[in-house]
């Protein structure tokens, strides 16, 4: 190789290397568009982060790509929602990435002083009473989907507040002004979405997987079924005959619908029923202009509202 | 009255107070105890992931006959060994017996990127090579796999492998085994042998995102075995002894080079998109006469396979495989194998397979082999999704 070539490739290799180190910053992975989010509010200046899942697809189906396994290798911290959510991709990720510091674990996807669970401290719900998969792709240590509660997002916050502070304990002080400034923005706005979801309180709805436990605790929606037969499993004629003859009977008007799902079953259903389509999102980015977590909630809180035929307050 | 009333006013916020007192107390008493409770973990439970995969078939085929087959029931278990190993084994139960198709030990914490791995492992060759035969495309096991690397790639021995340093994915794997090949009959596990006459693996792989939706893999790789030891049958030649041992020139390549294009649209996850893989080999080698074990001339063979599977949704797979595979003995037989599949997932851990299999070769006045298959796969318990096998 000629000498100028060989410089300008050592340039460009140690320019690359010295990105994310300088200044200190510590290399951060997050699974999910709104973790890079709250990761990036609380960690400031001091984080460089780089997510996995684009938002648009099922988080339980985001494709394991090799180009995450160096960012993993190279990483000081992965955040992930856990709750083994994230079982199709990060386990066979951290299994292969070669970092000491978060290895693959199968019980809690990820161990070791580098991994932060944002589902530490959560009240989780729908524990199952039992993990038979004859009643569907359950997720043994309760429902992981609570991401979709606006009000869970400061606890999001405070754990990865904490998990940079201990594994970045000179600025710790710095994470906490972060996680102050950003709850000061976070708190109020989500009881001004509480306020605003108010006006949902009683409805029944239905939803396209079991994921609304934790929105329908804060809008009091009561999600009384699902599209699919059972979790990961699909509808069934007979199911949505089913589905049909339960929605009218309890007056349902409103069908949630996953982003990521097909379309078609729910509009028949809705068809069906003169029930209305609400097109939610499970993570941040599923939709243009919705990468925070703030502007996550307020499109699916604006999107229940509008197929519920209430008006903003 | 009015005295007790005043009476009451005075005596209720401390009634409340108290009662409230009282059932901070309570609160906190249980919640001590709860904090305070032994573990039930012990760590002389035996508590690995464990998990089952049965799989079973129905072929239809040569002479218009048909069987049914259990393929296998194949138990897996794997557990952290301690904070520096995990290990894990595959039990494979099927109609020849019970195999230890896996037992290794793989490290989690060495420095510099490295990863060792040992025992008995499916060598890191190819891509579909190193597939169990539930997780392939297909029912049956393409022939350029079965007949250049002898089935799946079951070796027992040693890989190291290297995540380089680099901002794209690149791995370097490096391996010693008795040899590669379940079904290789060029070696016996059982045998010691010098250091010449293991085989030596060596692989890069790398991978390269093409936008958002798009991605390309490519591995390149070459199993070298340097010597092997063929000791002439006398009881089939007929010759007086000493037996002739053949050494010299014994020395075996079986490289490859394997390209995976993958079409991973936003909104479809791991369901929606395709697959379309290609590999190629060659065999290099000195061959024996099967009956007499004299040595043959040098031969160079090539085969390969090229699968592309559809990802329409959740449940269904359609897709198709060429393979082209030439003779080990003889390279100017060439066996073309077109096969069509179509895969039904009622859940993540069914699957249904129908499958047409068509093989011709070059041999004036052979006939056309066709069967059908239909595959019946469950899995029960313990579920990940590995990197290795997606």
């Known amino acids: ?313 | 009255m009015r005295m007790a009333l005043l009476i009451l006013a005075a005596l209720l916020p401390p009634l409340a107070r108290a009662q409230e007192a009282d059932r901070l107390k309570a609160i906190e008493e249980r919640l001590n105890k709860l904090e305070g409770a032994p573990a039930n973990a012990s760590l002389s439970s035996f508590n690995p992931s464990l998990g089952v995969l049965l799989d079973v078939n129905y072929t239809h085929g040569k002479d218009d006959k048909g069987t049914f087959n259990f393929k296998t029931a194949e138990l897996n278990i794997g557990a952290p060994i301690d904070p520096f190993l995990k290990g894990w084994a595959v039990i494979n139960f099927n109609p020849a017996g019970v195999e230890v198709e896996e037992a290794s030990l793989k490290t989690t914490s060495l420095p510099y990127n490295l990863t060792l791995t040992g025992g008995r492992l499916f060598a890191s060759f190819g891509r579909l090579a190193h597939f169990h035969d539930d997780s392939l495309p297909v029912t049956k096991r393409p022939r350029s796999l079965e007949n250049f690397v002898g089935g799946e790639t079951q070796a027992d021995g040693l890989e190291v492998q290297h995540l380089f340093p680099t901002p794209f994915y690149l791995t370097a794997t490096l391996g010693a085994y008795n040899k590669l090949g379940g079904e290789n009959g060029r070696a016996d596990n059982a045998v010691a042998r010098p250091l010449d006459h293991f085989t030596y693996l060596g692989r890069l792989a790398t991978y390269a995102d093409l936008g958002a939706d798009h991605s390309l893999e490519l591995g390149i790789n070459s199993a070298w075995t340097p010597k092997r030891t063929m000791v002439e049958d006398v009881s089939v030649t007929g010759s007086p002894a000493p037996a002739i041992s053949t050494v010299k020139g014994t020395w075996r390549t079986l490289s490859g080079v394997d390209l995976t294009y993958r079409y991973h649209p936003a909104q479809g996850g791991i369901y929606k998109g395709l697959v379309w893989a290609t590999e190629v080999m060659q065999n290099n080698e000195r061959r024996f006469d099967p009956g007499t074990r004299l040595p043959l001339d040098r031969v160079r063979a090539y085969a390969g396979l090229s699968a592309i599977e559809f990802k329409l949704g959740r449940q269904w797979r359609p897709g198709v495989l060429v393979d082209l595979t030439e003779d080990l003995d003889n390279p100017h037989t060439l066996t073309r194998t077109y096969t069509g599949f179509l895969s039904w997932w009622p859940s993540e851990f069914q699957r249904l397979r129908l499958s047409y299999s068509k093989a011709t070769n070059n041999v004036p006045g052979s006939r056309e082999n066709h069967s059908v298959a239909l595959q019946w796969t469950g899995a029960l318990g313990f579920h990940v999704h590995g990197f290795k096998d997606r």
């Not at chain 1, 190789?1 to 300088?22: C, E, N, Q």
């Not at chain 1, 906490?176 to 009881?191: D, G, S, T, V």
């Open chain 1, 1 to 313: 190789m000629k000498k100028p070539a060989f410089l300008a490739v050592a340039l460009a290799l140690s320019t690359l290397a010295a990105t994310a180190r300088a200044a200190g910053k510590l290399r951060v992975v997050a699974t999910t568009p709104e973790l890079v989010d709250i990761t990036r509010r609380v960690g400031g200046e001091r984080v460089s982060v780089d997510g996995m899942a684009r938002g648009t697809e099922d988080i339980h189906q985001v494709v394991m790509r090799p180009s995450f396994v160096t960012k993993l290798n190279k990483a000081d911290a992965v955040v992930f929602l856990g709750l083994n959510v994230e079982h199709s991709f990060l386990w066979g990720l951290l299994d292969v990435a070669a970092n000491p510091r978060m290895r693959a674990d199968f019980v809690k996807t990820c161990i070791g002083p580098a991994c932060i669970d944002c589902s530490e401290g959560i009240a989780v719900l729908d524990k199952p009473a039992s993990v038979s998969r004859s009643e569907g792709e359950l997720h043994p240590q309760g429902n992981p989907h609570y991401n979709m509660s606006p009000d869970n997002g400061p606890a999001i916050a405070r754990n990865i507040a904490r998990g940079l502070s201990r594994i970045s304990p000179e600025h710790k002080e710095e994470f906490e002004r972060n996680l102050k400034a950003y709850l000061a923005e976070l708190e109020p706005k989500a009881a001004e979405l509480r306020k605003q979801a108010a006006a949902l309180k009683g409805l029944k709805a239905v939803s396209y997987h079991k994921d609304m436990a934790y929105l329908g605790r804060f809008t009091g929606i009561d999600f009384i079924d699902t599209v699919e037969l059972k979790p990961g499993v699909g509808p069934t004629p007979a199911h949505l005959t089913e589905l049909v003859k339960k929605m009218k009977e309890q007056g349902v008007k409103l069908i949630a619908r996953e982003q990521h799902f097909e379309p078609k079953t729910c509009e028949w259903l809705a068809a069906q029923t003169g029930a209305r389509v609400a097109v939610l999102g499970v993570m941040a980015n599923a939709f243009p202009d919705t990468e925070t977590f703030i502007r996550f909630s307020e499109k699916n809180i604006k999107a229940l509202l509008e197929a519920a035929g209430k008006d903003l307050p």
